[in-house]
């Protein structure tokens, strides 16, 4: 079982909708949780990053973790064709742990 | 600017000619990693560097060099490349140990003929 675990998509939606990209997580150790954003063509970069449980929002976007289910969540409020773009759950514990990564599609 | 840099952004080569991709961060990072990333795979690290003269392997280290002399530079060598080598190439760097926040660089894409 891989460390991280995430839904390839491709996901669609259209604009303005509230989109939810997931990940599951295999070792009850890990603490940090991170959300990198890659462009196409461009390297990732990093969106958002909670500690332990709880929600973190920033903007439109809220980062949340379910520690008791091992379970990673991003939201997308409003969602914007900008918002286009591969989503990478990620954990770090002595190395970072990436999932595959979920492809999103926001079309006008 | 702070941030990581790669050369050469793309690359075509054949099988068997050495090859080396630089690159150079400039935020004074002490951790320094290669990936690879391919479709349907995702982010695979290669090798990865605590500090200098201090490297380990990564994930899908076959077939890969790397050398850590200065704080700045971290080189990826392809010795004798394949084409099971052609992918896309990140180099990333951190100053946290707690490795949240990773800089990446804009990517070298690879193709081996």
């Known amino acids: 079982q891989k460390e991280v675990e995430q839904d390839p998509g491709p996901l669609s939606v259209p604009e303005g909708a509230i989109v939810s990209l997931n990940c599951t997580y295999s070792?009850?150790?890990?603490?940090?949780f991170m959300w990198y954003r890659q462009y196409s063509r461009k390297g990732p970069e990093l969106l958002m990053y909670?500690?332990?449980?709880g929600n973190k929002e920033d903007g439109r976007f809220t980062a949340q973790v379910d520690k008791s289910s091992k379970y990673i969540s991003l939201f997308i409020r409003d969602s914007q064709p900008s918002d286009s773009a591969t989503y990478l759950c990620?954990?770090?514990?002595?190395?970072?742990?990436f999932g595959r990564g979920t492809q999103l599609t926001v079309w006008p | 600017e702070a941030q990581v840099t790669q050369n050469p952004r793309y690359l075509i080569t054949v099988t068997g000619k050495k090859l080396t991709v630089t690159c150079s961060q400039n935020?004074?990072?002490?951790?320094m990693s290669w990936y690879r990333q391919d479709p349907g795979l995702g982010l695979r690290q290669i090798y990865y560097?605590?500090?200098?003269?201090?490297?380990d392997k990564g994930d899908v280290p076959e077939g890969y060099k790397v050398s850590r002399k200065e704080k700045r530079n971290f080189p990826l060598i392809l010795e004798s490349p394949s084409p099971n080598q052609t992918s896309l190439y990140f180099c990333?760097?951190?100053?946290?140990?707690?490795?949240?926040?990773?800089?990446f660089g804009a990517g070298s894409r690879l193709t081996v003929l």
């Open positions: 560097s605590m500090n200098v003269e201090v490297t």
């Open positions: 909670t500690y332990s449980s």
């Open positions: 990620a954990t770090p514990l002595g190395r970072l742990y």
């Open positions: 070792n009850s150790a890990f603490q940090y």
């Open positions: 990333a760097s951190s100053g946290q140990h707690t490795l949240t926040f990773l800089t």
């Open positions: 935020m004074n990072h002490e951790y």
